[in-house]
């Protein structure tokens, strides 16, 4: 499974990243985390706004910091 | 690419890690949300006669003297402000729910220019906007077909005009100045766009970012419920609210600072109206300048108590807002340096014309 934490590098960006981490940790499934800082790369998803999730090349979520409740659902679910 | 340096976002982290909406009935809500509204407005109607208990009787103060004066003000204005901002922030947050940058995006592809600087300027109040994402989103306005006039025009009213600053100015300094901050604002967002769509310069965005082909649909369409919309309008209460209330208590002390005593018109001379380079002045110490509106209102505040004049501040206020240099840096990566330059020039002449006229008619 690969994430990928959509970010510039602002402070929201900074938690989500951590709080996928520890929901992949909790729910001990194998997965590859990765943050893509890149804009171009950011703005190749048709994201417009940060911070994104993207689980296996889906975009799960823009604009906001999801809960750890619904990155579960994506990650474990 | 580098990755960019992470900046001081001035902007709402929503965030809700804590948030399950529990599956309570909608009209309960609305019923809740009703009623905690009059009992806002009983509260909020005894604000004053509260404050003048509070300093004259409880305390003791004498009517007349500064410090009475200062004290009164402060247990006025302080809960006055917070509790406007409160609800406003609540219901601006429920506003906002229904606009997404992919929904104004859609509404303003292929528009034609004036029509499209208009709109742009208006959904840019009630569009969701961080600065962190001003990139991604000029780039997905532009490939999207947004004219690149329109696209100025959101990129300069969405940080610029909103609730937030509007509210502050409207609790600190009167509804005039923040219904003239909203109508300037946004003409200078219309026509600044609107000039630099006539000054024809796409080829001056980088290559690159032409070269991006995305889908608009691989972000999915949020489906909200009711539910989930009240549950932004307290996310974004909780968010911003605890962040603003610090500057806002800054901003009401200062004001009561001048308020009870003799003001100052130490500022007058350099800062008044007839001083015609505090203008280009204000907008030129602005620009390395970077704030959010909160941050900039407590000094706008002491600016205009020490006698500055209204056109002065309100163009400081503008630039130190809507043209930062940090926020240009950021823009670097998908504008060349002829169309930042442009961008500056047009945007800073927007704001200049705005202090000159209010110093000329106030």
Redesign the interface.
């Known amino acids: 499974m690969l994430i990928q934490v959509l970010g510039p590098g602002c402070p929201k960006c900074v938690e989500l990243e951590k709080s996928v981490r520890e929901v992949v940790a909790e729910a001990g499934v194998e997965a590859l985390v990765e943050k893509i800082t890149d804009f171009q790369k950011i703005a190749a998803f048709g994201v417009m706004a940060t911070p994104g999730v993207v689980v296996d090349g889906q975009v799960k979520v823009v604009g906001r910091v999801p809960s750890k409740a619904e990155l579960k659902e994506w990650i474990a679910g | 690419?580098k990755?960019?340096?992470?900046?001081g976002?001035a902007?709402a982290?929503?965030?809700?890690?804590?948030?399950?909406p529990e599956k309570s009935g909608i009209a309960g809500k609305i019923a809740a949300i009703a009623a905690a509204s009059l009992v806002w407005y009983l509260v909020y109607r005894q604000l004053e006669p509260f404050s003048r208990f509070f300093a004259y009787d409880l305390l003791g103060l004498s009517e007349s003297s500064h410090l009475g004066e200062a004290v009164a003000f402060f247990v006025y204005d302080t809960p006055k402000v917070l509790m406007l901002l409160t609800i406003i922030v609540f219901f601006v947050g429920i506003l906002r729910s229904f606009f997404?940058?992919?929904g104004t995006?859609k509404i303003l592809a292929g528009r034609r220019e004036s029509v499209g600087n208009v709109l742009a300027a208006c959904l840019g109040i009630v569009t969701?906007?961080?600065s962190?994402?001003a990139?991604?989103?000029f780039?997905?306005?532009v490939?999207a077909g947004v004219p690149l006039g329109v696209t100025f025009s959101f990129l300069i009213a969405a940080p610029m005009v909103n609730e937030i600053a509007l509210v502050l100015l409207y609790g600190l300094l009167g509804w005039k100045v923040a219904a003239l901050y909203l109508v300037t604002g946004l003409a200078v967002a219309i026509v600044a766009g609107w000039v630099m769509g006539r000054l024809k310069l796409e080829g001056q965005i980088e290559d690159?970012?032409r070269a991006?082909?995305?889908?608009?649909?691989?972000?999915?369409d949020s489906r909200l419920t009711m539910n989930d919309r009240i549950q932004s309008g307290w996310i974004a209460v909780r968010d911003i609210v605890g962040k603003v209330w610090f500057y806002v208590l800054l901003g009401i002390a200062v004001g009561a600072g001048i308020h009870g005593y003799a003001p100052e018109n130490f500022l007058a001379g350099i800062m008044g109206r007839d001083a015609w380079w505090s203008v280009p002045a204000a907008v030129a110490v602005g620009i390395p300048m970077y704030s959010n509106a909160a941050g900039i209102i407590p000094v706008v505040q002491a600016l205009l108590g020490k006698g500055a004049a209204l056109g002065t501040v309100l163009a400081f206020m503008m630039s130190v807002i809507a043209l930062s240099l940090p926020e240009m840096v950021?823009l670097r990566?998908?504008l060349k340096p002829r169309l930042i330059a442009a961008f500056i020039a047009v945007l800073g002449f927007g704001i200049l014309l705005v202090g000159y006229m209010f110093n000329r008619i106030i």
């Open positions: 690419m990755p960019i340096e992470p900046i976002c902007c982290t929503v965030n809700n890690n804590d948030s399950r997404t940058p992919e995006r969701p906007f961080c962190c994402s990139v991604p989103l780039i997905g306005f490939t690159w970012v991006i082909r995305t889908d608009p649909n691989l972000v999915p950021i990566k998908v």
